[in-house]
T-cell receptor, first 114, second 111 residues
Framework: NAGVTQTPKFRVLKTGQSMTLLCAQD?????MYWYRQDPGMGLRLIHY???????AKGEVPDGYNVSRLKKQNFLLGLESAAPSQTSVYFC?????????????FGPGTRLLVL | RKEVEQDPGPFNVPEGATVAFNCTYS??????FFWYRQDCRKEPKLLMS???SGNEDGRFTAQLNRASQYISLLIRDSKLSDSATYLC????????????FGKGTRLHILP
C-alpha cells in the first residue's frame, strides 16, 4: 500500500514554462485535494475533486488547472509558470465518511520558478 | 474573522513541561475537528480527532467547546520529538464542504 504518491518530488521551471504534477492514491478514496504551502501562509486549497470526473475551485485556483479522469489520479497543471507559484505542493485524499475523515497527504512537490 | 485561527507561536517549551494550544473556528455548523502534526519539510499527518466528549491518546488530550467554538490540544510531559507544527483542521457539515486548515502553531521543545 503506497498511500498517496506525488511526482515529481522537486522541479525547477523558468517563467512561462508549463508542467503537470501527478498525484496518485491506492486507497480508493473519492475525495482528492491539491494544496500549496508557503511560509507563514499555511495550507491553501487550490482545487479539489469529490469524485472521478469532477473538479472544483478552492481558495487560490488562478493559474492552475486540474483533471480527475481516473479515480486514483488527480493532476495539477501549471500552464504558464510564474515566480509567485514557487511553493511546496501537497496532494491529499480522503474517504470523507462519518468516522473516517482522515486526510492522507503525499510527500509534497517542491517547485521553484525562476 | 478567519475561518480557523491559531496562535502561530513559536512556543518554546522545556522538555517535560505541559503545553496547550487553542484553535478557534467561525462556522458554527462545523461538524468534525482534528489536530494534524507536520514535521519540518514533511507532509501533515493526523495526530488525533477531536470529539465532543474530549479524547485522550497517551500524553495528548483534545477538547472541543462548541459553545465558544474552539478546540484545544494539551501535551503533557513533552518530549524533544514533539517539536513540530500542529495544525487545527475543521470539516463542514456536508461531505462536499471544504476542509479548513489553520496556519499551524510551531512548537519547539528545549532540552
Amino acid at each position: 500500500n503506497a498511500g498517496v504518491t506525488q511526482t515529481p518530488k522537486f522541479r525547477v521551471l523558468k517563467t512561462g514554462q508549463s508542467m503537470t504534477l501527478l498525484c496518485a492514491q491506492d486507497m480508493n478514496h473519492e475525495y482528492m485535494y491539491w494544496y500549496r504551502q508557503d511560509p507563514g501562509m499555511g495550507l491553501r486549497l487550490i482545487h479539489y475533486s469529490v469524485g472521478e470526473g469532477t473538479t472544483a475551485k478552492g481558495e487560490v485556483p488562478d493559474g492552475y488547472n486540474v483533471s480527475r479522469l481516473k479515480k486514483q489520479n488527480f493532476l495539477l497543471g501549471l500552464e504558464s509558470a510564474a515566480p509567485s507559484q514557487t511553493s511546496v505542493y501537497f496532494c491529499a485524499s480522503t474517504k470523507r465518511l462519518a468516522g473516517d475523515e482522515t486526510q492522507y497527504f503525499g510527500p509534497g512537490t517542491r517547485l521553484l520558478v525562476l | 474573522r478567519k475561518e480557523v485561527e491559531q496562535d502561530p507561536g513559536p512556543f518554546n517549551v522545556p522538555e517535560g513541561a505541559t503545553v496547550a494550544f487553542n484553535c478557534t473556528y467561525s462556522n458554527s455548523a462545523s461538524q468534525s475537528f482534528f489536530w494534524y502534526r507536520q514535521d519540518c519539510r514533511k507532509e501533515p499527518k493526523l495526530l488525533m480527532s477531536v470529539y465532543s466528549s474530549g479524547n485522550e491518546d497517551g500524553r495528548f488530550t483534545a477538547q472541543l467547546n462548541r459553545a465558544s467554538q474552539y478546540i484545544s490540544l494539551l501535551i503533557r510531559d513533552s518530549k524533544l520529538s514533539d517539536s513540530a507544527t500542529y495544525l487545527c483542521v475543521v470539516n463542514g457539515m456536508n461531505r462536499d464542504d471544504k476542509i479548513i486548515f489553520g496556519k499551524g502553531t510551531r512548537l519547539h521543545i528545549l532540552p
